[in-house]
């Protein structure tokens, strides 16, 4: 026996089939109706969650910190990265979707917020904003 398959278009069709046994000898015909229905459109992806961080806050010593809470997010980590070292100046992990530090040292300084998307095991990264610290002689 073989089997091949046929993609058909949709509409309806008549099939006809007939058993030939190992002496060549053909049974009778079986006539059936066949209707092809059109595939259900392919459901569209869902939208990539997005994880937005508002502007820096400051408010004397201290710089505030906010962003919006996507779907599935678990907990949040925000990094505050030197411009001068590229290394992490403060990197923690936190539940809330607001957060106050004290002010980081003069620099430059990158920061973004990355949020743990336990269900698809991965992060997702907010956008960045770059900090400006001036030494204390340079400020007004």
């Not at 015909?29 to 459109?41: F, G, I, R, T, Y």
């Not at 923690?92 to 040292?105: A, G, N």
């Not at 300084?109 to 998307?117: G, M, Q, T």
Request: charged share 20%; glycine share 6%; hydrophobic share 40%.
């Amino acid at each position: 026996m073989r089997i091949d398959e046929l993609v058909l278009s949709p509409g309806r069709y008549q099939v006809r089939i007939r058993g030939i046994d190992g002496l060549g000898l053909e049974g009778l015909s079986s006539c059936h109706l066949l209707e092809v229905a059109k595939p259900p459109p392919a459901p569209s992806p869902e939208p990539e969650p997005q994880l937005r961080l508002e502007p820096p806050a400051f408010n004397g010593a201290w710089v505030s910190f906010r962003w919006n809470q996507p779907p599935k997010a678990n907990h949040y980590r925000l990094l505050i990265i030197s411009e001068q070292t590229g290394l992490p100046l403060f990197s923690r992990r936190f539940e809330t979707t607001v957060l106050s530090v004290p002010l980081p040292p003069p620099g430059r300084y990158r920061v973004s917020v990355e949020a743990w998307l336990a269900a698809e095991s991965r992060w997702l990264r907010s956008n960045r904003y770059r900090l400006v610290i001036p030494p204390p002689w340079a400020l007004p």
